[in-house]
């Protein structure tokens, strides 16, 4: 008996069986939908007219959101178990691994991402660890989603699915918890060091980013059946919790490619308890087909997008710098560098400064530490720049015409001598201890390439309430990044000349606001570990005029696209003045108040997104309440907004130009030579 169910299980479990059981149960479902439309035939035509272009693209954008979320949500627990691939990278592996859902059997997802991960160089026991977290957290918040939609499928059994809940409520209010579980579960398997990273900020960003994308899947379902005639808010806990067992139902069904049938069941027998049977059947078949299309097109475009990146590396071209080390260890392989000490060569690159110049250059003679040589660069200035710098103790270099900040820093580093160069803008007034404190730093510390300040959350001339908003977001935000960073600040920073000789000079065909500082940080954080320290300060006058700022993040934040879309600008992108979900929520304000005329709940969406924008960052609130008052507050947060939505406004703009644009594409270089032609001293 024993021998008879083994070889039954054996025969269930070959590949040919399962291949013959999905194509029967695809046949079945095949003739059941076909019976089903003979029986509705008359009444169909009037059910698909009601169904507009609009509704489907909007569905379709809202499943993207939800993939996007899960990949967000799976990327983050990869992190935690020690690998971060860059954005391409990873929505190569994951989107790929999701079409192995339309093979019949079980596994194909992990096997396709093992696949992939493998030629990423992520270990394959990282995606095995993350794949199976990630999976089982999806599976968790998916399951208290569907309690929405329980009780009327399950009746008095829906009960079972609270304790998925308490486990989801358990993640967030005591992520430690799930980190010792994970800890103990690879332990079992022998593989402990996997868990060292599950921080709690991650275990809660994972699950919430997971409930948001079964959130986001179940609105795309939600806006179908209201298209179509269903109440707006009889049917939205419904569609909600519907979809996410609808789904999970599918995903556990091995011979049942993509959840075809099972999702199906699903979704009729939760429609047509506020739909007609037609118009049921064609919300039903319409969402099958946005998860089609959805389900393919991130693939596509990930698979694109790494052959245009490797397309557009020239093959005679520098070849890219390693992969950045681990900047949590202070331990650098390259023989120490020397400490710091002598000369200090103060570099001050200048373009129609004579508002604040004088300012900086009392600054610069002011301070503690003696041994110090400035160089102002004068970058073509047309009003009396030249005429302040000449009545200072200063060297000037007067450039021929206007060539962009990264020209004239290396114009500026050809004419120093110093060991160090302490780069400063022409903006910023130095706190009198400031150049002794990095030579301090980088003697202390002789593995540092540099050491960075941050700016006084009080501006240098104030010149009203955007300003003020720009000093206090530009102290916070590097107060935050406080420590060993992966971009480099060269308006406020000592870095050491052996470390500027060896990445070579600024690229000089960025033009201004093009990110060539960040790019050139990144080039030496691939090398050694860089300080932003809260011990060096100085004070800046920031723009004051809105439309300047949104013209200049604009610039910045649709540049940055090519940067970020590189392996060696990954790193970047967690270090920016602007977080990724401030970002995102400030997007999803307009989008969903753009849907209102489909219905007015989509108003109470986009308020809900305009509460999660304004609750993203809790900490920076109360910074400001503590610094500016609590009547700031309003104007504060209505200045971040409008320059998060043009980040967004403009990223989508990079995107779009990336895949189209190899030029842009290629916008960022290795550039080796520190020189500047037409330059007079």
Not at 291 to 302: E, G, N, S, Y
Not at 355 to 375: F, G, H, N, R, S
């Amino acid at each position: 008996m024993r021998a008879a169910l083994a070889a039954t299980r054996r025969l269930l479990a070959s590949r040919t069986v399962q291949w013959l059981l999905s194509a029967a149960l695809l046949v079945a479902v095949a003739v059941g939908f076909a019976g089903s439309v003979r029986d509705q035939a008359s009444a169909l035509p009037a059910a698909m007219a009601q169904l507009r272009p609009i509704p489907l693209v909007a569905a379709l954008a809202l499943v993207l959101l939800s993939l996007l979320l899960a990949m967000a949500a799976w990327r983050v627990v990869l992190t935690g178990m020690g690998s971060r691939p860059d954005l391409v990278t990873a929505a190569r592996i994951f989107f790929t691994g999701q079409l192995g859902t339309y093979l019949p059997g079980t596994g194909w997802p992990l096997v396709i991402q093992l696949q992939q991960g493998a030629r990423a160089g992520v270990p394959s026991g990282r995606i095995v660890a993350a794949f199976v977290l990630s999976m089982g957290l999806l599976s968790a918040t998916g399951l208290t989603v569907g309690l929405d939609a329980a009780p009327g499928l399950l009746g008095g059994h829906a009960l079972w699915l609270a304790a998925p809940a308490l486990f989801v409520i358990g993640c967030l209010v005591w992520p430690g918890g799930l980190r010792r579980l994970v800890s103990w579960l690879l332990r079992v398997v022998r593989r402990s060091e996997l868990a060292d990273g599950l921080s709690p900020a991650r275990t809660r960003w994972a699950v919430g980013a997971s409930g948001l994308s079964w959130c986001a899947n179940g609105l795309h379902l939600w806006l179908l059946a209201v298209s179509v005639g269903a109440p707006p808010l009889r049917s939205l806990p419904a569609c909600l919790g519907a979809m996410a067992l609808a789904i999970l139902l599918g995903s556990f069904l091995p011979t049942a490619p993509g959840g075809i049938g099972a999702r199906e069941l699903v979704l009729m027998l939760t429609l047509t308890t506020f739909l007609p049977t037609p118009a049921a059947l064609v919300v039903t078949a319409a969402s099958r087909l946005v998860h089609t299309v959805a389900d393919v097109l991130p693939a596509a475009v990930a698979l694109a997008a790494t052959a245009l990146r490797r397309a557009s590396r020239p093959a005679d071209g520098p070849v890219p710098a390693p992969a950045p080390p681990d900047l949590a260890s202070t331990t650098v392989e390259e023989e120490p560098m020397t400490p710091a000490s002598g000369l200090v060569s103060v570099i001050i690159p200048n373009y129609n400064g004579e508002k604040t110049l004088a300012a900086c250059l009392d600054a610069v003679a002011a301070q503690t530490y003696p041994e110090l040589e400035v160089i102002v660069v004068d970058d073509g200035s047309t009003d009396r720049s030249r005429e302040i710098a000449a009545g200072r103790d200063c060297r000037l270099v007067a450039l021929a015409g206007n060539s962009g900040p990264a020209m004239a820093r290396n114009r500026g580093i050809a004419a120093s001598r110093g060991e160090i160069l302490f780069f400063l803008d022409a903006d910023v007034a130095l706190a009198p201890d400031a150049v002794a404190t990095a030579v301090r730093i980088l003697t202390e510390h002789p593995q540092y390439a540099g050491a960075s300040g941050i700016y006084a959350p009080t501006p240098l001339f104030d010149d009203g309430p955007v300003e003020r908003y720009q000093a206090l977001h530009a102290h916070y935000w590097r107060r935050r990044n406080a420590g060993l960073v992966k971009i480099g600040y060269f308006s406020l920073g000592a870095f050491r000349r052996r470390v500027v000789e060896e990445v070579g000079a600024f690229d000089g065909s960025l033009p201004a606001n093009r990110n060539e500082d960040t790019e050139y940080g990144v080039r030496i954080a691939q090398r050694y570990p860089m300080l932003l320290t809260t011990e060096i300060a100085g004070y800046h006058d920031d723009d004051h005029r809105l439309v300047d700022i949104i013209r200049k993040f604009y610039r910045r934040a649709s540049a940055m696209v090519p940067l970020l879309l590189e392996r060696r600008g990954a790193g970047a992108a967690q270090e920016m003045a602007h977080r990724p979900r401030e970002i995102v929520t400030a997007a999803l304000v307009p989008a969903a108040a753009l849907l209102a005329p489909l219905s007015p709940l989509f108003l109470l969406v986009s308020v809900g997104f305009l509460g999660a924008f304004v609750l993203a960052d809790p900490r920076m609130l109360r910074f400001v309440r503590a610094e500016a008052g609590l009547r700031f507050l309003p104007f504060y947060l209505t200045i971040h907004y409008v320059l998060n939505a043009t980040i967004a406004g403009a990223a989508l703009v990079g995107l779009l130009k990336w895949l189209v644009n190899p030029r842009f594409r290629r916008m960022y270089r290795y550039p080796t030579a520190i020189s500047a032609p037409g330059a007079r001293a």
